[in-house]
């Protein structure tokens, strides 16, 4: 790859240099960044480097990569050991070949503003720039638009270790067969020790917010709402049939109106006159500016700024895919359930995805709408309301969210992904023994 600028592993990413790998076994509470979730992992390593990674796997009977720890279930954990890859940094853009590649322990919000500074972004982004390149496109992680693919779409090529050892690049041009399997693999196959994204020409968006569209405008009006803007995101507490906000993000030019100038009302809803915080009655610091000020991609497209903790942050989190075609349908079946939802949410924020053809994606073939749920941390609560939410949805098939709290069953998800048999069959291939195997892959396979 020719590199015309890059920074490698060290004290920019990780905050210090790192000579060694650290191995420990698992002491005290580990959890996710949330806190809902405890690992059980007995050994936790922190490898320096893709040889240590590979090391590590060969010695160990079972292992699993842990990012940024923003999965809200298990799926990072595993009965032996637990790789911390946060230690492993490194950037390098290739301008010429428009992409760049990022070690995996590198975060969207540390290597977004210096990929602005060479002139290029990526497509998308997530509500919050907190979590690794590799564990959100091993997931689905999507960000809004209903133009833009998932977070993944933008993979080229990845570094994978499987379970003998073996070193894989994986790219969309070499491998066409297996590539759409492997990006979105939930940490089946292996462990990714770097990703290479595809880059566009870097650029601005301005970011306003209107207060409450009522869901009689969504029956005839939703794609042109959805549509309104690069991205869209409605943001609900499921009573007075209305979204609470509309936060509404585009690309300065002719037809955005000048910061002071948006129109008064969108759809009914009317113009902030504050700064708005997604959830009820939290202090609005902590979110990206508004106002319709133009700022770059990475400040505008996630809802949280970096050195701010995301959304509620002690919280629950729950996310379904469902046909845009059925968007209205569906959101009805779930504000039936208002009443037993709204006492334990924080707030549920309603995007979409363009469809793609990863075979494991929520929006695999399917342009998307997904309805997300922050909720309270009241796990008890949570756990019960899920499968009413599940039920009411199940009509449109929903796939949830790989790294958040569900009950579906394998056999609903096997009927949900057309590729489902295919994906299973790529697992026995790189991991036959099941190193990576853990309890929640033998839930959803």
């Known amino acids: 790859m020719k590199t015309t600028s890059s920074i490698t592993a060290g004290a920019m990413l990780t905050g210090s240099s790192v000579a060694q790998s650290v191995t420990a076994p698992h002491q005290g509470a580990h959890t996710n960044w949330a806190g809902n979730y405890t690992f059980t992992a007995p050994q936790v390593d922190h490898p320096a480097s893709a040889e240590e990674v590979r090391k590590l796997v060969v010695a160990a009977k079972h292992a699993k990569a842990l990012g940024s720890g923003h999965s809200f279930n298990n799926i990072a954990d595993t009965a032996g050991d637990q790789l911390g890859m946060l230690t492993l940094g490194g950037m390098a853009l290739d301008a010429q070949g428009k992409t760049v590649t990022v070690g995996a322990g590198v975060k969207y919000g540390q290597f977004a503003p210096w990929l602005d500074q060479q002139g290029f972004a990526v497509h998308n982004l997530a509500s919050l720039p907190h979590v690794t390149v590799a564990g959100a496109c091993a997931t689905g992680t999507h960000g809004s638009g209903i133009r833009n693919g998932c977070l993944s779409t933008a993979v ?14 994986i790219s969309r041009a070499a491998n066409p067969d297996i590539f759409p399997g492997a990006v979105v693999a939930l940490g089946a196959l292996g462990v990714v020790t770097r990703t290479t994204l595809r880059v566009v020409p870097r650029f601005d968006i301005a970011q306003v917010v209107y207060e409450n569209l009522s869901f009689d405008q969504l029956e005839h009006n939703f794609d042109a709402i959805m549509g309104s803007g690069y991205s869209v995101s409605l943001f609900t507490t499921w009573q007075g049939h209305r979204a609470n906000q509309v936060w509404l993000k585009q690309l300065p030019g002719d037809h955005t109106p000048l910061p002071g100038n948006y129109p008064a009302e969108l759809y009914g809803a009317s113009m902030q006159v504050t700064k708005l915080h997604p959830v009820p009655g939290h202090e609005a610091t902590a979110c990206t500016d508004q106002f319709g000020q133009p700022g770059p991609w990475y400040e505008r497209l996630p809802h949280f700024k970096m050195n701010f903790t995301p959304s509620s942050g002690n919280e629950i989190q729950t996310e379904y895919f469902v046909p845009r075609e059925h968007a209205y349908q569906a959101i009805l079946a779930v504000e039936k359930l208002r009443d037993r939802i709204t006492p334990h949410l924080f707030i549920t924020e309603l995007r979409c995805i363009a469809a793609d053809d990863l075979w494991m994606s929520m929006a695999y073939q399917q342009d998307s709408l997904a309805i997300h749920f922050t909720w309270k941390p009241e796990p008890a609560a949570v756990n019960a309301v899920i499968p009413l939410i599940e039920q009411a949805l199940k009509p449109f098939r929903p796939r949830p969210h ?19 048999g295919d994906f299973v069959a790529l697992v026995k291939k790189f991991d036959p023994q099941g190193k990576f195997r853990n309890a929640y892959l033998e839930r959803v396979l």
């Open 402 to 420: 790989w790294a958040k709290v569900n009950t579906i069953p394998a056999s609903d998800l096997k009927a949900a992904y057309p590729r489902y």
């Open 156 to 169: 080229e090529a990845f570094e994978l270790v499987d379970a003998s050892g073996e070193v894989h690049t």
